[in-house]
């Protein structure tokens, strides 16, 4: 995949996408209140009982309000539907691009025996970089204490006409398009949010569930990458037991393999263009009525709390595991997983970014594709280091809003817990945010206090994508070391 090397200022393009889409978020109200008369609202009224509404009433400052934010969604619509374009696309090529990469890696042992020391290498690193994220965020918000300073007003916010569940399921079937179904689904349980049977036994058996499915197929639709892994190292471990007989269809998977690594770097020429879509119709929605830096400032110290535990897991943490492990100089390896970030930062979605990060670590990074194709697959499943550091914050800030002293064992509960139901977060946009409710039942918290930090999950949600792809790459580099020498096949 040399080719990659064709495209150095690929990165310098996407950073530009990102900021001239921020900008252009944050002007879109003013775009989109140029030219309006009273007469345009008037004529608005018309069709919109809300704006006739408001004029009727007298108030026409609302009323000019809410037509500019209508204004403002028609505008930020193209934009939206090039994002969701660019999106689909990149989720479209990762099922197969798991299945083949991942029989790829193991086909390249040449024996499945030899799969040993290199898995538990990486389920150990996972495990323990997300329960060190988890710490870290434990650390910083009980020394910001954001909870403290919300304030009782705030607190009054509280939504209760709804079953939080109803409220989850609606916000995530908006972010992600799923219906309630399939939403139900992709955690397990379709009442999770009122089920207090949170015990970790409960948490570890539906874990183990995960990995296992009854229909490939059903897996496959749904996105559902862990019963897939599990499938492909079974299958390719056997077909390492059957010798010639079988070069055929090794030769198919390894093809496979590099034909959709191909189509990646054809997806990687337009990137920069379906990265602006994407930040201009997230930030554009958010802000289409002037009022996201409002949003953000009712939750500011909670944000900051998270925001600053992901800085310190992403430059402190991760750094120097990987200096220990590898020697590599961790920031220049930052930059070289530059794109990745960038992508995982616009879409939300590790799953949606683990084709460009496979070629980032390869192509830029210069991992050997034999860890890259068996490690990364499993990190965009199971390593959620970013989730995990959230909803332990998230745990304490809402325990600090409610006025609950949670004791040191306590918050060792929400350590594992958060560590335990990260590993079991689906590869969508805001699945942390489901998960959370696992650890706020694990500690008898009040779920319903979810709905605070819906306004701004989105935006955080992104940095916290971010660490869990750089915890990806991080994990390659150093269980590379593990890996046996490739077959001679391969």
């Known amino acids: 995949m040399s080719e990659a090397h064709h495209q150095p200022h690929l990165t310098k393009w996407i950073i530009l996408a990102i900021v001239l889409a921020i900008v252009l978020a944050m002007a879109l109200p003013i775009i989109a209140a140029m030219g309006v008369s009273q007469a345009d609202i008037e004529a608005a009224a018309e069709s919109n009982a809300s704006i006739a509404a408001h004029l009727e009433a007298g108030r026409l400052e609302e009323a000019t309000s809410e037509y500019i934010a209508q204004r403002a969604a028609y505008l930020i ?3 939206k539907l090039g994002g969701d374009i660019f999106l689909r696309v990149l989720k479209m090529i990762v099922v197969p691009l798991v299945v083949a990469s991942v029989m790829t890696g193991i086909l390249g042992m040449g024996d499945v025996r030899k799969l040993g020391k290199p898995g538990l290498y990486t389920v150990l690193y996972y495990l323990s970089t997300t329960f060190l994220a988890v710490v870290v965020g434990l650390i910083v918000v009980n020394i910001v204490r954001p909870g403290v300073a919300f304030g009782e007003g705030n607190q009054q916010e509280v939504s209760e006409a709804k079953r939080p569940n109803q409220t989850l399921y609606e916000h995530l079937g ?4 799923l219906s309630d179904d399939q939403i139900a689904k992709l955690f397990g349980d ?20 995960m990995l296992f499915t009854d ?8 996105t559902q990458l862990l019963p897939l892994i599990v499938f492909s190292i079974a299958f390719a471990g056997m077909l390492t037991t059957m010798g010639e007989q079988v070069s055929t269809l090794k030769s198919f998977i390894y093809e496979m393999n590099n034909a959709l690594m191909v189509f990646i770097l054809l997806i990687m020429r337009v990137a920069p263009i379906g990265i602006f879509c994407l930040v201009a119709g997230r930030f554009g929605e958010a ?3 002037g009022e996201f830096f409002a949003e953000l400032s009712k939750t500011g110290w909670y944000s900051a709390s998270v925001v600053i535990g992901l800085g ?9 595991l990987l200096y220990v492990f590898t020697k590599r100089n961790p920031y220049r390896f930052m930059v070289q997983m530059g794109q990745a970030l960038l992508t995982a930062f616009s879409t939300a979605s590790s799953s949606a970014t683990l ?3 496979m070629e980032a670590a390869v192509d830029e990074a210069g991992i050997s594709k034999q860890s890259v194709d068996f490690v990364l697959p499993l990190g965009a499943t199971i390593n959620m280091d970013g989730t995990a550091l959230y909803e332990a914050v998230a745990a304490i800030f809402i325990a600090q809003v409610v006025g609950a002293d949670l004791s040191f064992a306590q918050q060792v509960t929400v350590a594992l817990t958060a560590t335990l139901a990260a590993i079991g977060a689906a ?19 009040p779920v319903e206090y979810i709905t605070i930090i819906l306004s701004v999950d989105w935006l955080l949600d992104r940095f916290r994508t971010t660490v869990n792809v750089f915890g990806d790459a991080c994990g390659a580099a150093i269980v590379e070391k593990s890996m046996p020498a490739a077959d001679a096949a391969s």
């Open 77 to 79: 619509e193209p934009l």
């Open 174 to 177: 908006k972010e992600t398009k």
């Open 190 to 209: 379709s009442d999770y949010v009122e089920r207090k049977d949170r015990s970790m036994g409960r948490i570890f058996r539906n874990l183990v569930l």
């Open 215 to 222: 229909n490939l197929f059903e897996s496959a639709v749904g």
């Open 287 to 289: 802000n289409a009525n």
């Open 312 to 320: 310190i897991h992403s430059f402190v943490t991760l750094p120097i």
């Open 355 to 357: 084709p460009l990060t």
């Open 427 to 445: 590869g969508i946009p805001e699945a942390g945010l489901v998960t959370m409710v696992i650890v706020l039942t694990a500690v008898g918290l």
